[in-house]
């Protein structure tokens, strides 16, 4: 993990970017069981998971979003393992 600092908005999109990917993952993951549905069913569930995870993470994002303390910015990147190669501050 960089040793740089992050700010809250870019922590919010971090977290984002991850629980879609967590999701992506999973969908990857299931591919076989989801073999039999046909195109629609299939954005239905693609569509169902993203609004999942979007729920799931939806109140951390905002909280960070909110640009709060550094220390709550600085918990949040290490509780949820996030990291940035970006730079972004």
């Known amino acids: 993990m960089s040793t740089g600092r992050v700010n ?6 971090m977290l984002q970017e991850g629980f879609a990917r967590v999701g992506r993952t999973e ?3 299931l591919q076989k069981k989801l073999a039999m549905l046909d195109g629609e ?3 239905i569930v693609e569509g169902v998971v993203a609004h999942v995870v979007a729920a799931l993470a939806a109140d ?3 909280l ?6 550094q220390y709550v910015v600085d918990s949040a990147v290490h509780v ?7 730079g972004d501050r």
Do not use: K, M
Not at 8 to 13: D, E, F, P, S, T
Not at 64 to 69: D, G, K, S
Not at 80 to 86: A, V
């Open 60 to 62: 951390a994002v905002r």
């Open 41 to 43: 069913q299939r954005a």
């Open 27 to 29: 969908l990857v993951r």
């Open 8 to 13: 809250g908005i870019v922590a919010a999109r």
């Open 80 to 86: 949820f393992g996030l990291s940035g190669g970006d």
């Open 64 to 69: 960070l979003a909110a640009q709060p303390e």
